[in-house]
């Protein structure tokens, strides 16, 4: 494969907040050779557009890819890596000089400010690994939280004990 086209997103529900990242790799003949859903955690939406950016370079050399073009919806990701905006956050200086070195690894890569409608499939798989962090982080806090008078808790033996106390003193909703 030598020519890939690539959409990346990235989405943070909060910003910071939970967020996620979506790309869509498409071949010169318009077949997508591969989609990418993924949680990363909790980050700012710019953070999430470049490890959306690190995630598609990464695929594209991968599938054997000499020249990419790359497809964003965020103006400020593509103005910086086509050097007409500075770099000054100190976190984004990480992720764009990482994408600077893997930009290495080809003959060509074009970069592309495209409006958010034209990018509705990364946009669609961003905002779902998005939720889909938020659900895991809301899943764990409930299941680490405190427990309330009557929860049923199991023994070192595996068997079900009494009612389990109250952390608070008083009963929880």
Known sequence: ????VGYIDGAS???PGDA??????????ERVVEEV???IGRATNNEAEYR??????????QHGARCLTVCADSELLVRQMNGQYAVRHARLREFYQAACERVEAFEVVVFFH???S???RADALASAAARKQQKERLRKEVGAGPRRSGDRVRSPSGGMDEESPSTTGQDAC
């Open 13 to 15: 529900r909060g910003n």
């Open 52 to 61: 959306a950016l690190l995630v598609c370079l990464e695929r594209a050399h």
């Open 114 to 116: 495209i409006p958010r």
């Open 20 to 29: 996620g990242i979506g790309v869509v790799l498409v071949a010169e003949d």
């Open 37 to 39: 859903s993924q949680p």
């Open 1 to 4: 494969m030598t020519a890939l």
């Open 118 to 120: 034209a990018n509705a």
